[in-house]
């Protein structure tokens, strides 16, 4: 039998925690590559971007014994040879304190090709995202990183402490959460002065992100009171004292939250990342799917033979303009067969969505249920005027069911499905493990979703979880299920959501 060509072996960099600050090229082999082998530091949300590949977890995390060196090595040089492409994936970057020398030796040995891919290396980050310069003119000419171990192995050079406390540089330590005590012996020792500021920051870029600012001589004790979680790192000079200027992150409104997310892909970008960025961790279990239609060719048809013979068409969601475009794009056609007809929106993430096929709407109603639409459309119809209306199969037909009521002729198309999601146990559970302050619903369908799995599986929301809503309809079927519900956005939009989701969460430190 021929032997296998060996793959190729791709060391990445998977950044400090927050998937957000993985790299492009990172993100690209996560979905390319035949298996990837993740460091325990890997969070939990990059993990979940890998997309195909087979997981091997190396790491003592993920309930697996921690794999040994020796083992991973002898592992990674197997896989290759039996020709699989591997990503390697490591956290922070993998040239810094990554052990990546040992198995960099073992590929060369072995003569299989590699790649390195950086990350974003949590001594950096982690200041970053607790508002330290690592740098700064006037204050600190430079930095240095090294590791918090003491040389426990003969022959490996010890760290030169009074070299490091004469520096009056920031000095940015690594694994530290257990010996924050003997590395500020080593410093008073070395003859660091006892006031010099101290920031210790666990989690950094994490949801559990906590910084605790303090001076060489009390950090330990204030670390031992905290109870300080791994992985931590520990910058000690003058830069640390500006931290409380440039704290960024525990200023965000929703910073240490924790939301559950149902709507589904590509939505969930959009609010997703609006959560992201008002400080929540955002958990997404999509509770539904958007689909096309069973029949996808007869919709084509049906909305080329609609076009013609509308003077308005209506858009109800985002999904109605990705799948009218789509279906125009199947049959050969494009933004022109909308030519000459006028165009509304429900919502304004919907404006967007056709703006970015080149259709400026001609009505974004002030309020964002089909009600407001129908008020907005009979100040604009004229008396003969057709209207073609785009929504869910089975969706809400309030906008056709008004109109016809004034009189007007609609014709209501189906343009696309939503169907449940069906996740598994594990998928549920992990999710309500997490804990979340809060679920949020953009639709009724998620909310009966998500809620027919709970049930199946027997399993309830946390007692602490609270719920936040769209708008009045999904509360309608939140209260269907019995929930409380804590926020309806106000506006009846993402933008909406975050700020009620803001306004009914009580300041928290981070
Ligand atoms: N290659 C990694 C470092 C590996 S050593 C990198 O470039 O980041 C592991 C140490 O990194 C931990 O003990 C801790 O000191 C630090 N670290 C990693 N992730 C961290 C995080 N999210 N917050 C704070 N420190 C972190």
């Known amino acids: 039998m021929p032997e296998a060509q060996p793959g190729k072996v791709y060391l990445v960099g998977a950044g400090p925690g927050d998937p957000g600050l993985l790299t492009l090229r990172g993100h690209d082999l996560l979905r ?29 995390r993920y309930g697996s014994n921690s794999v040994s060196q020796g083992d991973i090595n002898a592992l990674l040089v197997r896989l290759a040879q039996e020709g699989n492409t591997i990503c390697r994936l490591k956290g922070g970057d993998p040239m810094v304190f990554g052990r990546i020398g040992e198995e960099l030796r073992v590929l060369n040995d072995a003569g299989i090709a590699y790649e390195i891919v950086p990350g974003i290396s949590s001594a950096t980050a982690a200041p970053a995202y607790a508002g330290i310069p690592l ?42 959460a257990t010996r924050i005590g003997d590395i500020t012996d080593s410093l008073l020792e070395a003859g660091m002065d006892a006031n010099a500021p101290v920031a210790l920051i666990e989690q950094a870029t994490l949801p559990g992100q906590r910084t605790l600012v303090a001076t060489v001589a009390d950090i330990a004790a204030r670390a031992g009171e905290a109870g300080v979680m791994t992985p931590a790192t520990l910058v000690v000079g003058p830069a640390v004292a500006e931290s409380h200027h440039f704290a960024w992150r525990s200023a965000l409104p929703l910073t240490g939250r924790r939301v559950l997310l149902t709507t589904p892909p590509p939505v969930t970008a959009g609010l ?99 009600e407001s639409v129908v008020d907005g459309l009979l100040a604009e119809l004229d008396a003969d005027d057709r209207v073609l209306v785009f929504g869910a199969e089975g969706g809400r037909t309030v906008i056709r069911d008004r109109l016809n009521n004034a009189g007007f002729e609609v014709t209501r198309l189906d343009a696309y499905r939503t169907v449940p999601t069906a996740p598994t146990m594990p998928e549920v559970q992990s999710a309500l493990d997490e804990v979340p302050d809060w679920a949020v619903f953009t639709s009724p369908s998620a909310v009966h979703s998500l809620f027919d799995s709970l049930d199946r599986a027997g399993l309830a929301l946390p007692e602490t979880t609270r719920v936040a809503v769209i708008g009045p ?35 928290r430190d981070a």
């Open 135 to 176: 740098t700064m003119r006037g204050v600190s000419a430079g930095f240095v990183c090294v590791t918090g171990r003491r040389a426990s192995t003969a022959g490996s050079p010890d760290i030169d402490w009074p070299s490091l406390a004469g520096l009056n540089q920031t000095l940015v330590i690594l694994m530290v």
């Open 272 to 370: 997703g990342a609006l959560l992201c960025a008002a400080g929540a961790s955002v958990i997404s279990r999509p509770a539904i799917e958007v689909e096309p239609l069973a029949d996808a060719d007869q919709f084509a048809a049906n909305l080329e033979e609609g076009l013609e013979a509308t003077d308005w068409a209506v858009f109800a969601s985002r999904s109605a303009v990705d799948a009218v475009f789509n279906a125009l794009e199947s049959r050969g056609r494009d933004a022109r067969a909308l030519g000459g007809i006028h165009v509304a929106a429900l919502g304004t993430g919907t404006a967007r969505a056709l703006e970015a096929c080149g259709i400026n709407p001609d009505l974004v109603p002030e309020e964002f249920v089909s």
């Open 32 to 60: 390319a590559v035949d298996i990837v082998l993740p460091d325990s530091l890997v969070s939990e949300e990059v993990i979940a971007l890998i997309d195909g590949p087979e997981i091997i977890p190396v790491g003592k």
């Open 473 to 507: 309809i999904t509360a309608a079927a939140a209260a269907e299920r019995d929930l409380a519900v804590a926020a309806v956005a106000e506006p009846h939009t993402y933008a909406g959501l975050v700020s009620a989701l803001v306004a009914e969460s009580e300041p």
